[in-house]
């Protein structure tokens, strides 16, 4: 991504020029950020995508320029939605990115529209791949960020990572298995490996390329437990 129990359904998803999308199932959605300066929210959802999930927030001092604009974009096309952050475990707390999260559009309401956060912790563009952090400590301030969002919306976030990332930097930890659902980056045709004792991922990016604009999202059910998961 850029700087309760569930069945697997069939989408009515769009007829795409990348074969992911076309061959993979679950509920269509996508994630954006401002890298995506025009993205066709309407268009969307007339091919069947259901929620989008947009970056608001990375570290403590980025705010990202797109974010009112999507999230209003996707509101009006009656998208599910919510945000996500990306973190900077070497730069502060846990608790202080969510607290800039939450200020920043990373809230959670139980409105039936609106995702639980996202954070997005994954490989460091710009430096050590675990951020200089022990196993322990990332655990350790993966949970700092999730209790402190917990504590302020009732809902723990959703965590986007890559199985390789997870096993390489937490040393595999199943310690979010059970609270914190999980989004799984795999480009495939099909999921080969679930990280952290997670049973199943909740959403599978499976592509970084969607139609109309971003990376390819699935939900991991039908579109009713989706709003279930939505709501809280």
């Known amino acids: 991504m850029k700087t309760a129990t569930l069945s697997l359904v069939l989408a009515a998803g769009a007829a795409s020029a990348n074969p992911l999308e076309s061959r993979a ?3 269509q959605g996508f994630d954006i950020s401002s890298y995506q300066g025009t993205v066709d929210f ?3 959802y007339d091919a069947g995508a259901r929620f989008v999930i947009i970056k608001a927030t990375e570290g403590t001092t980025y705010i990202d320029s ?9 509101t009006d096309a009656g998208l599910i939605r919510g945000g996500y952050h990306f ?7 846990g608790a202080t990115q969510a607290e800039f999260f939450l200020a920043h559009g990373g809230g959670w309401t139980n409105d039936g529209r609106t995702l639980p956060g996202m954070l997005d912790i994954e490989y460091n563009p710009s430096g050590s791949t675990c951020y200089g952090l022990s196993a322990s ?3 350790a301030w993966v949970k700092d960020f999730g209790e402190t969002y917990n504590g302020k919306t009732g809902r723990y976030p959703m965590i986007y990572t890559t199985a390789d990332w997870w096993n390489t930097c937490t040393g ?9 659902p999980l989004v799984l980056a ?4 099909s999921i080969s490996s679930v990280p952290g004792g997670w049973p199943y991922q909740s959403i599978w990016q499976n592509s970084d390329s969607y139609s109309y604009g971003g990376d390819s999202d699935l939900w991991n059910g039908s579109e009713d437990s989706l709003k279930t998961f939505a709501k809280g």
Do not use: K
């Open 25 to 27: 199932s679950g509920v």
């Open 172 to 180: 595999g930890s199943t310690a979010f298995r059970t609270d914190y």
């Open 87 to 93: 973190a900077h475990p070497d730069d502060s707390s």
């Open 66 to 74: 797109s974010f009112s604009s999507h999230y209003e974009g996707a």
């Open 42 to 44: 309407s268009g969307a």
């Open 186 to 189: 795999q480009y495939a045709s």
């Open 137 to 139: 400590d990332m655990v």
